[in-house]
Nanobody, 115 residues
Framework: QVQLVESGGGLVQAGGSLRLSCAAS????????MGWFRQAPGKQRELVAR???????IYASSVKGRFTISRDNAKNMLYLQMSSLKPEDTAVYYC?????????WGQGTQVTVSS
């Protein structure tokens, strides 16, 4: 059974930083694209950033220059370094990965940015 487990969320003041981690575990042959999504109350889930197995990245315009996505293929880990956080970054952040051609989601981790 493949699982994605996020960690690193929490409460931070505006302008602060947080680092999210996502661990993929289980019977895994290969992981293709991995990404972070977020969902704020009353809003749709949106893409934050995505990274391919080769390291190609894309970012939502709202986070470009402030967030950095990275991955450790040897450890099946995904990271999101978030800096210069704003109150509008407050959301539940979800890890997503295409593993062995199937799409998986983590349970989410709450990030709250106070003004």
């Amino acid at each position: 059974q493949v699982q994605l487990v996020e960690s690193g969320g929490g409460l931070v003041q505006a302008g602060g930083s947080l680092r999210l981690s996502c661990a993929a575990s289980g019977s895994i042959y290969s992981i293709n694209v991995m990404g972070w999504f977020r969902q704020a109350p009353g809003k749709q889930r949106e893409l934050v950033a995505r990274i391919t197995s080769g390291g190609f990245t894309i970012y939502a315009s709202s986070v470009k220059g402030r967030f950095t996505i990275s991955r450790d293929n040897a450890k099946n880990m995904l990271y999101l370094q978030m800096s210069s956080l704003k109150p509008e970054d407050t959301a539940v952040y979800y890890c997503n990965a295409v593993i062995d051609e199937r799409n998986y989601w983590g349970q989410g981790t709450q990030v709250t940015v106070s003004s």
